[in-house]
């Protein structure tokens, strides 16, 4: 009977202490989908404004209003080229650089790696006047490949980290016994390593296109001229002068902008809940 009543007060507070990290992941997830709500709901209303609300007829005049190749088709198709490069050449080149760091020991493996991470916390905005500099220089400015190849430069340090992680859990040893029948270590990595991380190259792609497509500051200041601009930079052209804003269009673009984000997720979602398919092939 004492101890029924000690623990009735204990009880009392770890209920109290669940209800309130309840009521706070609420919080949280209310910050997080009211602005996605009003996404969704804006872009079908005719008379769409700041306040999140039913709109009283749903209309499809704001995707009419957007969808012109001008506006959005060859926008989007320049985010693509631009953000698909990157991605491709920001994956390969971390590959690359992340299979030694990860199968050789060196003195200047942890140098390097530091330095690495430094790289990663630089603010973008405080290395742009130099790449504007140089790229003038070597002619790169206003081009696609210009911005393609730095936007893989910027984003190139935090996948190393991420790809080298991935990499330490394929077991080496079967590495080594593609190498006794003949494999080169290219061919290793490339026939065994990657495959055997399916999933830390999804991360490490979707980690990368996700970050260069919303991505504004960059092509904003590399590149000059208007057919190039990418949507997240055209996105702009929805806020007007003196603070008039088309609220129902913006919304729109904005649904129609996160679609490849959303897709590129869905179709390697299955990717990123695997494991390694041989991670214990050579235990027991």
């Known amino acids: 009977m004492a101890l029924s009543t ?5 009880r009392s507070r770890r209920t109290g202490r669940r209800l309130a990290a309840d009521a706070g992941l609420l919080v949280l997830a209310a910050a997080f989908a009211l602005p996605l709500a009003w996404v969704v709901l804006s872009a079908l209303d005719a008379h769409a404004g700041l306040t999140v609300k039913v709109p009283d007829g749903v209309t499809l005049a704001n995707f009419d209003v957007v969808l012109k190749p001008d506006i959005t088709f ?17 994956v390969v080149c971390a590959a690359l650089a992340a299979y030694p760091l990860s199968r050789f020991r060196s003195r ?18 405080a290395i742009m006047v130099p790449v504007y500099a140089l790229f003038v220089r070597v002619n790169l400015i206003d081009t696609m490949q210009g911005t393609i190849f730095f936007f893989a430069a910027s984003q190139l340090p ?11 859990g394929v077991p080496k040893e079967l590495e080594e016994a593609a190498w006794t029948d003949g494999a080169s270590s ?69 649904v129609i902008y996160s679609t490849p984000v959303l897709l590129l997720y869905v179709l390697i979602a299955r990717r990123l809940g695997g494991g390694f398919a041989l991670g214990g092939a050579v235990k027991g």
């Open 6 to 10: 000690r623990g009735a007060p204990f």
């Open 74 to 90: 060859t926008p989007m198709l320049n985010s693509l080229i631009l953000c698909g490069g990157g991605t491709l050449l920001t």
């Open 108 to 125: 200047l493996n942890r140098p390097f790696l530091l330095t690495i991470l430094f790289a990663t916390s630089l603010p973008i905005t």
């Open 158 to 168: 935090f996948a190393i980290w991420l790809m080298k992680n991935f990499m330490d």
């Open 186 to 254: 290219f061919q290793s990595l490339v026939r065994i390593v990657l495959p055997l991380m399916g999933p830390g190259v999804a991360v490490v792609t979707v980690f990368s296109f996700v970050m260069m497509w919303g991505n504004f500051f960059v092509p904003f200041m590399l590149l000059l001229t208007p057919d190039q601009m990418p949507a997240s930079v055209s996105i702009n052209e929805f806020f007007g002068n003196r603070g008039m804003v088309v609220y129902g269009q913006l919304a729109a673009f904005s």
